[in-house]
């Protein structure tokens, strides 16, 4: 299961993220994304697991935990198509306001 991390501190590295999610189970990848011309943290990354009930419980345990100062987001992640969809309908429905 791929796992959306938000409201992440710039000063946590992909390695981090990496020994927040094994306490849960396996985790396959962890990536914070950069920012791609400052090299600087955006803020939020993406884990994979292998397995889905472990990683239901690490969104559990660990959505709007405190890690280095700030209440971190933990959610599983949304396929680009239905994110852009849903910022379409966002952006629209702004528009007829």
């Known amino acids: 299961m791929n796992i959306y991390v938000g409201n992440?501190?710039?000063?946590?590295k992909d390695q981090d993220l990496q020994n927040l999610?094994?306490?849960h189970g396996e985790v396959t990848s962890a990536k914070i994304v950069l920012d791609k011309f400052t090299?600087?943290?955006?803020?939020?990354g993406f884990v994979e697991m292998a397995n889905d009930d472990?990683?239901?419980?690490?969104?559990?345990?660990?959505?709007?935990?405190?890690?280095?100062?700030?209440?971190?987001?933990v959610n599983e992640s949304?396929?680009?198509?239905v994110v852009a969809a849903?910022?379409?309908?966002?952006?629209?429905?702004?528009?007829r306001r």
């Open 39 to 44: 090299n600087r943290s955006k803020g939020f």
């Open 54 to 73: 472990e990683a239901q419980s690490a969104i559990g345990a660990l959505n709007g935990t405190e890690v280095d100062g700030r209440n971190i987001v």
């Open 21 to 23: 999610f094994s306490s």
């Open 86 to 95: 849903m910022v379409a309908a966002t952006k629209k429905k702004l528009r």
């Open 8 to 12: 992440l501190s710039w000063n946590l």
């Open 78 to 81: 949304r396929p680009k198509k």
